[in-house]
């Protein structure tokens, strides 16, 4: 039997979050781990939301690849746990009016 309890949340639970500043749906997003090199959906990253921000975890080796933590009126977005991070621009559509 197993009996892992693991405190992560799915990369979703930081969509609510980076939806504030990124016009853009991360979970969709695909990440390039800078540690391990594993190519993920940003969705299936594990990430932690008990400290003062979120952090979002490589599902493979645990590296992190984001870290966004809100100070007063200022975000702070560390990537560099990341090579890269692909967007589905095909998101973008313009909404005529
Ligand atoms: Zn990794």
């Known amino acids: 039997m197993s009996s ?3 405190d992560y ?3 979703n639970a ?3 979050e980076l939806s ?3 016009a853009v749906d991360v979970t969709a997003a ?3 781990c800078a540690n391990c090199g594993a190519t993920k ?3 299936e990253a594990h990430v932690y939301m008990k400290g003062p921000g979120v952090v979002a975890r490589c599902a493979v080796c645990e ?3 984001l870290r966004l933590v809100n100070v007063r009126q200022r975000v702070f977005l560390d990537v560099r ?3 890269y991070l692909s967007l589905d621009t095909s998101q973008f559509q313009e909404s005529s009016g």
């Open 4 to 6: 892992h309890t693991y």
């Open 9 to 11: 949340l799915d990369g």
């Open 14 to 16: 930081a969509a609510g």
């Open 20 to 22: 504030k500043i990124l």
């Open 30 to 32: 695909e990440g390039q």
């Open 41 to 43: 959906r940003f969705a």
């Open 63 to 65: 590296h992190v690849l």
């Open 81 to 83: 746990g990341m090579t």
